[in-house]
Protein backbone atom coordinates (compact mmCIF):
# COMPACT_ATOMS: atom_id res chain seq x y z
CA UNK A 1 0.00 0.00 0.00
CA UNK A 2 1.37 3.24 -1.49
CA UNK A 3 0.75 6.71 0.77
CA UNK A 4 -1.19 9.19 -1.27
CA UNK A 5 0.75 12.36 -1.45
CA UNK A 6 -2.20 14.59 -2.44
CA UNK A 7 -2.69 18.06 -0.47
CA UNK A 8 -4.80 17.03 2.69
CA UNK A 9 -8.78 19.38 2.04
CA UNK A 10 -8.07 22.60 3.84
CA UNK A 11 -10.37 22.88 7.02
CA UNK A 12 -10.90 26.28 6.30
CA UNK A 13 -13.29 25.36 3.56
CA UNK A 14 -14.98 22.65 5.50
CA UNK A 15 -16.22 25.15 8.19
CA UNK A 16 -16.92 27.79 5.71
CA UNK A 17 -19.61 25.35 4.47
CA UNK A 18 -20.99 24.53 7.62
CA UNK A 19 -20.58 28.18 9.33
CA UNK A 20 -22.59 30.20 6.16
CA UNK A 21 -26.11 31.40 6.42
CA UNK A 22 -27.10 30.16 3.29
CA UNK A 23 -26.33 26.44 3.90
CA UNK A 24 -27.79 26.85 7.62
CA UNK A 25 -31.05 28.43 6.69
CA UNK A 26 -31.65 25.52 4.05
CA UNK A 27 -32.41 22.81 6.83
CA UNK A 28 -35.30 24.45 8.66
CA UNK A 29 -36.85 26.92 5.76
CA UNK A 30 -36.58 29.46 8.25
CA UNK A 31 -34.09 31.78 10.19
CA UNK A 32 -33.78 30.73 13.30
CA UNK A 33 -34.54 34.50 14.95
CA UNK A 34 -36.28 37.08 13.74
CA UNK A 35 -37.49 40.09 15.32
CA UNK A 36 -39.78 43.07 13.87
CA UNK A 37 -38.55 46.36 14.07
CA UNK A 38 -40.84 48.11 16.83
CA UNK A 39 -41.47 44.93 18.59
CA UNK A 40 -41.16 45.55 22.75
CA UNK A 41 -38.04 43.52 24.40
CA UNK A 42 -40.75 40.94 26.04
CA UNK A 43 -42.10 40.26 22.55
CA UNK A 44 -38.62 39.21 21.38
CA UNK A 45 -37.63 37.54 24.01
CA UNK A 46 -41.04 35.48 23.13
CA UNK A 47 -39.64 34.81 19.86
CA UNK A 48 -35.89 34.36 20.61
CA UNK A 49 -37.50 31.54 23.32
CA UNK A 50 -39.05 29.73 20.51
CA UNK A 51 -36.28 30.09 18.40
CA UNK A 52 -34.36 28.15 20.82
CA UNK A 53 -36.94 25.91 21.37
CA UNK A 54 -37.52 24.89 17.66
CA UNK A 55 -33.79 24.55 17.02
CA UNK A 56 -33.49 22.46 19.93
CA UNK A 57 -36.00 20.01 18.40
CA UNK A 58 -35.08 20.13 15.15
CA UNK A 59 -31.37 19.07 16.58
CA UNK A 60 -32.99 16.19 19.03
CA UNK A 61 -34.89 15.08 15.79
CA UNK A 62 -31.30 14.57 14.09
CA UNK A 63 -30.00 13.44 16.78
CA UNK A 64 -32.55 11.21 18.03
CA UNK A 65 -32.50 9.53 13.71
CA UNK A 66 -28.45 8.23 14.19
CA UNK A 67 -28.03 4.28 14.57
CA UNK A 68 -26.78 4.27 17.90
CA UNK A 69 -24.70 1.04 19.15
CA UNK A 70 -22.82 0.64 22.16
CA UNK A 71 -19.62 1.77 22.12
CA UNK A 72 -19.37 3.03 18.70
CA UNK A 73 -18.85 6.90 17.70
CA UNK A 74 -20.87 9.04 15.32
CA UNK A 75 -19.59 11.55 13.47
CA UNK A 76 -21.33 14.68 12.57
CA UNK A 77 -22.56 15.94 9.35
CA UNK A 78 -22.07 19.40 8.13
CA UNK A 79 -26.27 19.00 8.36
CA UNK A 80 -25.96 18.30 12.42
CA UNK A 81 -23.14 20.64 12.87
CA UNK A 82 -25.62 23.38 10.70
CA UNK A 83 -28.22 22.28 13.25
CA UNK A 84 -26.09 22.42 16.09
CA UNK A 85 -25.36 26.13 15.06
CA UNK A 86 -29.07 27.18 14.56
CA UNK A 87 -29.09 26.02 18.07
CA UNK A 88 -25.79 27.92 19.96
CA UNK A 89 -26.73 30.99 17.91
CA UNK A 90 -30.63 30.69 19.23
CA UNK A 91 -29.15 30.57 22.75
CA UNK A 92 -27.17 33.21 22.08
CA UNK A 93 -29.57 35.81 20.63
CA UNK A 94 -31.61 34.86 24.46
CA UNK A 95 -29.06 35.18 26.67
CA UNK A 96 -28.22 38.64 24.94
CA UNK A 97 -32.31 39.99 24.83
CA UNK A 98 -32.19 38.68 28.39
CA UNK A 99 -29.10 40.66 29.77
CA UNK A 100 -29.82 43.61 27.46
CA UNK A 101 -33.58 43.30 28.93
CA UNK A 102 -32.33 43.10 32.43
CA UNK A 103 -29.75 46.11 32.30
CA UNK A 104 -32.62 48.33 31.34
CA UNK A 105 -34.10 47.34 34.33
CA UNK A 106 -31.44 48.58 36.31
Do not use: W
Amino acid sequence: MRPSFAAPPAPQAFFSFVASSSSCASFSGNPVMTDTPGDSPQARIAVARKSLQDARDRLDDATGALPYQDGDDTMATPELLGLLLHAVAAKRRLTDLETSAVARDL
